[in-house]
């Protein structure tokens, strides 16, 4: 397998186990808030609500319920840029 060829392997990779984590993390976020993801704004802007666990982050904070913002005080989001970078580090960590 060629080097372009492995890297976009890995980048699937990275990419699917974060948006495995993304789904985790909304799943526990909406059963620690009792479904009281968005605020007044976000339901009348009719915001799909796991779209603040993506994105950018005053967009998220703009649409997000207390309660949310709370679990994200104790569950900080994590982007891609920075989820990829830990997957990275973990990924050459074990091939050390």
């Known amino acids: 397998m ?3 060829a492995e890297a976009f392997d890995a980048w699937r990779e990275a990419r699917q186990a974060y948006d ?3 789904v985790a993390a909304y799943v526990a976020a ?3 808030t009792n479904g009281r993801l968005l605020n007044d704004r976000g339901r009348r802007a009719d915001i799909d609500a796991l779209s603040l666990f993506m994105g950018p ?3 998220a904070h ?3 319920s207390e309660e949310l913002r709370d679990w994200w005080a104790q569950h900080p989001r994590v982007t891609f ?4 970078r830990q997957w990275t580090a973990a990924r050459e960590q074990a091939w050390a």
């Open 20 to 22: 495995d984590a993304l």
């Open 81 to 84: 840029e920075d989820f990829e």
């Open 2 to 4: 060629g080097l372009i």
């Open 62 to 64: 703009a649409y997000a």
């Open 57 to 59: 982050e005053i967009r």
């Open 30 to 32: 909406e059963e620690a």
